[in-house]
């Protein structure tokens, strides 16, 4: 077949899609990809130093709650029972632990307190 004048002989490597959409169809770029890993670093970072402060001040909360209510345990255990109650503190192991237990004491000295705060005081 003879070529007009005006005709071209080379066949055009890219083709026009059909759906302008058609060309995002290939996914992420690397680019892409790394810009968005990098913004989710960055916020994570953020994020886990401003919590920091918070939990350890929960921490710290925490520990004066358990020692308030193990406290206010020794005192009515000792008012229900009219003994003497020990609390202890050990940080020995971890988690430290606090122990509420009855102190061993001879009765002797609690009737001679008991005695003493029994007998009228004497005017001279």
Partial sequence: MLLGRGA??????????????????????????????????????????NLVPVMQSQHVTNAYNTTLSTLRQARDNAVSQRTAYSVTFSNAAIPNTITV????????????????????????
């Fill in 8 to 49: 071209s002989t080379t066949a055009h490597a890219y083709e026009e899609p059909e759906d302008k959409y058609e060309a995002w169809a290939g996914g992420f770029s690397l680019l892409e990809m790394m810009i968005v890993l990098a913004l989710i670093l960055i916020t994570s970072v953020i994020s886990v130093v």
């Fill in 101 to 124: 237990a009855p102190t061993l004491t001879d009765r002797r000295h609690f009737r001679a307190i008991r005695k003493r705060r029994s007998t009228p005081c004497r005017r001279m």
